[in-house]
Every structure is written in structure tokens, then in C-alpha cells.
């Protein structure tokens, strides 16, 4: 076997070595909840998805599709925050591009988010993601602007978010609530496995809101 092939292997070894325990760690582990005041439904909804993800975590990008069909299943708001995580070469950028989309529509935005994470194991530095995001505003019909933001407004709203996420007690991505708009029981159940708690805890927080 040739010397790079071996080498190949081994860092796809190291990587899933690495990457397996943070999956099972982001979807199992507990948040200490410390601030819940944003752990609430947006007004007039009874139940709704809150989420603190990062752009370039894997387990976020598994949860991502399994969180939009679950708010299409149920019609219920998906609150979706940003959580940068230090390290990441390209969140920040990402999720401040995602922002800007959000400004020509909230859709298109959110659109961008799930096509970056759908093919996150292809943007693996800021350069891939420049790629990414200019073939996305293209295909959009839409002209990306040499700067997205030059005043940092938009970075200050992601870094806002993270803080936002830090208050409330948010340690690791994905970091996924069910909150509730009054009702019997917690005003907020965390999912902690979303591949299997997170169809049952929506049907636990709407039978709580029953009658709301």
C-alpha cells in the first residue's frame, strides 16, 4: 500500500475518532441552565424549536434537517441562533453571510444555512466557503457586494447571539430547547438526542399546551 494511502487513512481514522465522541457529547450532555429568559416561544406561538448551532459543527449539520422537517411537520417557529465556536476557521464568516441573506429575505437566508450545511464536508476553509457562497448568490439571481459588512453590524449581531447563548448557559453546538408558552410542566424541555427525544418532546410540550 502506498505511504500516502496509509496516511490517508489514518488521518480518516483520527478524524472519526475525534469527531464521534463530540456528536454522542453535543447530543447527550445536559445544558446548566442559567438565564432561561430566552427560552420562550416568539409571541403568539405555544410551542417553538430554539437552537444555538454552529456553521461548521458536524452534529449540527446532522440535526439541521431533522429540526426543518420537524417545524414543517408541526408548523411551529424554529428560532434559530448562532453559537460561534472557537477554533472554527470559517463559522463566524458563514454565519455573517447567512445574515446578509436574511436581509434580502428571511427564506433566502435560512436557505443558505441549509444548503452550508449540507455540503459542510466540502467548505473546508474560508476560501471554499467564498466559493460556496458567491456560486449560492448566483444562482440566486442575486449580486454578492465586494463587502458584506462593512459597518460589523452583522458581526455584532452573531457575537451577540454567542453571548446570548453564554447567558443562557449554552457550552456546545447543537444546543437544541422545546420551549413552551405556559402550560402544565417546565417551561422548556431540552432535546438531548435529537435523532430520538425530539419528535416525543414536541408532542409532550404541545399535549402540556393544550387548551392555550
Known amino acids: 500500500m502506498p505511504s500516502s494511502l496509509r496516511f490517508f487513512r489514518l488521518v480518516l481514522a483520527l478524524a472519526a475518532f475525534v469527531v464521534a465522541p463530540l456528536l454522542a457529547t453535543a447530543q447527550h450532555k445536559p445544558t446548566n441552565v442559567l438565564d432561561a429568559s430566552a427560552l420562550k416561544p416568539p409571541p403568539g406561538a405555544r410551542v417553538a424549536i430554539v437552537e ?19 417545524a414543517a411537520k408541526y408548523k411551529i417557529p424554529w428560532v434559530r441562533h448562532d453559537y ?27 436557505e443558505y444555512r441549509d444548503e452550508v450545511f449540507a455540503d459542510q464536508s466540502s467548505i473546508y476553509n474560508l476560501a471554499m466557503l467564498s466559493q460556496f457562497t458567491e456560486k449560492f448568490a448566483k444562482d440566486h439571481g442575486i449580486a454578492l457586494p465586494f463587502a458584506v459588512d462593512p459597518q460589523n453590524q452583522l458581526e455584532n449581531a452573531v457575537q451577540a447571539d ?51
Request: glycine share 10%; charged share 25%; hydrophobic share 40%.
Open 84 to 110: 460561534i465556536i472557537p477554533g472554527h476557521t470559517w463559522s463566524r464568516n458563514a454565519a455573517i453571510r447567512a445574515r446578509w441573506f436574511d436581509s434580502k429575505s428571511p427564506q433566502l437566508g435560512d
Open 52 to 70: 444555538w448551532a454552529d456553521m461548521q459543527c458536524p452534529a449540527c449539520a446532522h440535526a439541521n434537517p431533522i429540526l426543518k422537517a420537524a
Open 162 to 212: 454567542t453571548d446570548l447563548g453564554r447567558k443562557t448557559g449554552v457550552g456546545l453546538t447543537p444546543t437544541i430547547f422545546i420551549v413552551k408558552s405556559g402550560g402544565a410542566g417546565a417551561p422548556f424541555i431540552e432535546v438531548l438526542d435529537v435523532d430520538h427525544d425530539l419528535y416525543q418532546d414536541i408532542d409532550r410540550a404541545l399535549a402540556e399546551t393544550r387548551g392555550k
